[in-house]
């Protein structure tokens, strides 16, 4: 068997086939594992993760990996009361709701209970078949909150939310695919919140000992820097071309972005149906920034290190200091069209825009870090973006089918092609569990 890409997706795929006494190579792009989870030495002892970090309750099937590999988490710090930067104004809230106008917070809350309502209505293995899927596939996010969300200060609130998990602004996505993807992870609440939702928990040692324990696992499977180029297929098995390597195998798991598949060449051509799907699913676009301090200092003040701010460029932050606290770590995101604009400046200006932001909410301490570090996603040559692929209008109803199914001895995994926890470390890890059952059971 050959897996393409050694992110959570294939490497999760390899173990499963591995242990089924089946043989694996794992051809791998980059000279690291784990994609779009990576670990940064940020000295003494400490990293911080420029990818993925959080787990969060549900998200079951990349507990128990990291359980097997012995990787424990520990609770996101979040004591303390969060800031909120509206209107012009700067303001510090204990628990989930800010104190801002309650005709606004009533009219988010209106607007979250009606997209939950709706995305239970969206069969995740098949959203195209959901009652209303081509009403629903045929306007995006915005114009849905145009309709439905009344106050300014409400749109506002809920586009920050859809940057935050979307990495993307609400006029790029579909409603159906922001709707397929809240049920998939369960709820709006469990995709925004920390405590009880997907940033609850963070990884000891940081998220990439994962891939990089499993990769341990299956040693010299895993082959390092061959960028794969094309995939000749047919019924006797496939041909994988990587740069300086060749595999021939009887199937081929695929376990990169689907935008990034499309990028593959094959032989024969994939279908015009086939091709026409990995056109449309873009990724998001994320900078991840954070600037590192002698020590926690908001802590001190009462804050928690959660904020948020209309103003931007960050527009939600996070304590992101290892367990101990020895050192003070915050992290803002620039996400969406802040990300796309700052993207584009010069890396000084870009942190003199994050730092200031910083120091606007946690106050002037924070204007002077001791290091700061930042990873531009869109830049990665094999992600290019993050946190992964949305579908715009359309794309779901005409295309959808084409996600998962297998093509002759290829089949795809990726936390796109997730039903659960779609775009998340978790969905990557079931993806790469249901591939693996997918070959096992074409084997005998
Ligand atoms: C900044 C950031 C923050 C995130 N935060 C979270 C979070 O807190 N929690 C969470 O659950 N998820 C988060 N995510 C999403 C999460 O990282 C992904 O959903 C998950 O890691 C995807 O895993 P994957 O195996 O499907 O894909 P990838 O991790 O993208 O793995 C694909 C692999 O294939 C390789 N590859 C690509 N093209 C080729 C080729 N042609 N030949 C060979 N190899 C190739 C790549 O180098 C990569 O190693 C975040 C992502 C980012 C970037």
Redesign the pocket.
């Known amino acids: 068997m050959a897996v ?7 490497l999760t795929a390899a173990r499963r086939l591995t242990a089924a006494g089946v043989s694996v190579a794992v ?4 000279d690291r ?5 990576l670990n940064e030495d940020i000295g003494g002892g400490n990293v911080v993760e ?6 969060g309750p549900t998200q079951d099937r990349l507990a128990a990996l990291a359980a097997e590999v012995g990787v424990d988490t520990f609770p996101t710090y979040g004591d303390g009361q969060n800031v909120l930067e509206y209107a012009g104004r700067l303001r510090r809230y204990s628990g989930t709701i800010p104190r801002i106008n309650p005709l606004v917070l009533i009219d988010v809350e209106r607007a979250q209970r009606k997209l939950n309502r709706l995305a239970r209505s969206v069969p995740t293995e098949a959203p195209w078949e959901a009652e209303n899927a081509a009403r629903l596939d045929s306007e995006t996010a915005a114009t849905w909150m145009r309709r439905n969300v009344f106050t300014r200060a409400g749109r506002s609130l809920l586009e920050l939310g859809i940057e935050a998990v979307w990495a993307a602004e609400p006029e790029d996505m579909s409603l159906l695919h922001m709707l397929f993807y809240i049920h998939s992870a369960g709820s709006l609440q469990m995709l925004f919140d920390t405590e009880g939702g ?1 940033q609850q928990d963070r990884f000891v040692g940081g998220s990439q000992r994962i891939p990089i324990r499993v990769a341990e696992e299956l040693g010299e499977r895993v082959l390092l820097g061959h ?2 180029r094309s995939i000749a297929h047919g019924p006797d098995g496939v041909l994988v071309r ?1 740069d300086g390597a060749e595999i021939s195998a009887r199937r081929a798991i695929v ?3 689907p935008t ?1 598949a499309g990028r ?1 060449s094959y032989d024969p051509p994939l279908s015009g149906y086939r091709d026409q799907l990995t056109q449309r699913m873009p990724l998001g676009t ?1 900078a ?1 920034c954070m600037a590192i301090y002698p020590e926690p200092f908001w802590r001190a003040d009462g804050l928690s290190g959660e904020g948020t701010s209309d103003v931007g460029p960050v527009r939600l932050t996070f304590d992101n200091s290892p367990p101990d606290g020895s050192v003070g770590v915050l992290l803002g995101f620039l996400e969406g069209r802040h990300a796309r604009r700052l993207g584009r400046l010069p890396a000084g200006e870009r942190r003199t825009a994050v730092v200031d932001c910083f120091a606007r909410l946690f106050g002037p301490r924070a204007a002077s870090p001791e290091a700061y570090v930042e ?1 531009l ?1 869109a830049e990665e040559e ?2 290019r973006g ?3 692929c949305h579908l715009p209008t359309g794309a779901w109803t005409n295309y959808g089918p084409a996600l998962r199914e297998p093509i002759g001895p290829l089949h795809w995994a ?2 796109e092609i997730a039903t659960v926890w779609n ?6 890890v079931r ?1 790469g569990e249901t591939a693996a059952q997918e070959v096992l059971e074409r084997l005998v």
């Open positions: 393409v890409g050694a992110g959570l997706a294939g051809v791998e792009a980059r594992v784990g994609g779009r989870v420029v990818g993925a970090q959080w787990i997907a960028p794969v990587a376990a990169i972005a990034l593959v994320v991840k990873r996603w094999w992600s993050c946190y992964g990726g936390a775009g998340y470390m978790d969905g990557a993806s």
